[in-house]
């Protein structure tokens, strides 16, 4: 099973005199993360290199500093925990002291991996979409079974009646079309 973050985090170390302050975030799209990082990039930083995944996307920049010592050790680091549909941004301020290749790969690597660590994590559950279409007669019926729930689908109205479409967690799909079929004695049409 897949993990994402709950919730923003930011982390900050000091490494041989420069400012290195990781700043990482769940999306759920390339936009989200695109936006993400584009909010909390500082352009006054000496470097912002970042890294996100969501599914089998992945991306990744080193923003300045030399090839491979930025984002992908940052990738690394979202990939090593499990995460997915996360995006890390690591700003940099140089202090004085050149930390070369290795330094630099361990520093970003190492930042980006402790932020992640402190992070806290939900499960990531995939979702599937359902859609039905309810008589007139039976609505009652399934808007009991919604509120018991606690959903709340998209509703749109058809001369048959009123089609109904929700996002439920994969594992609880044929529970609830079980559950549906019942309430409605088998009078409705699944999509």
Known sequence: MSFTLAALVVLEETIQKSRFIAKAAPVASEEEALAFLAQNREPEATHNPYAYKIGPLYRFSDDGEPAGTAGRPILHAIEAQGLDRVAVLVVRYFGGV??????????????????????????????????????FAEVGRVYALLEALGLSPEETYTPEGVRFALLLPETEREGFLKALLDATRGQVALE
Do not use: C, I, N, T
Not at 103 to 132: D, S
């Open 98 to 135: 050149k930390l070369g290749a290795g330094g630099l790969a361990r520093a970003y690597g190492g930042v980006a991996a402790e932020a992640l660590r402190r992070a806290p994590k939900v499960p990531l559950v995939e979702r599937v979409a359902v859609a039905f279409l309810v008589p």
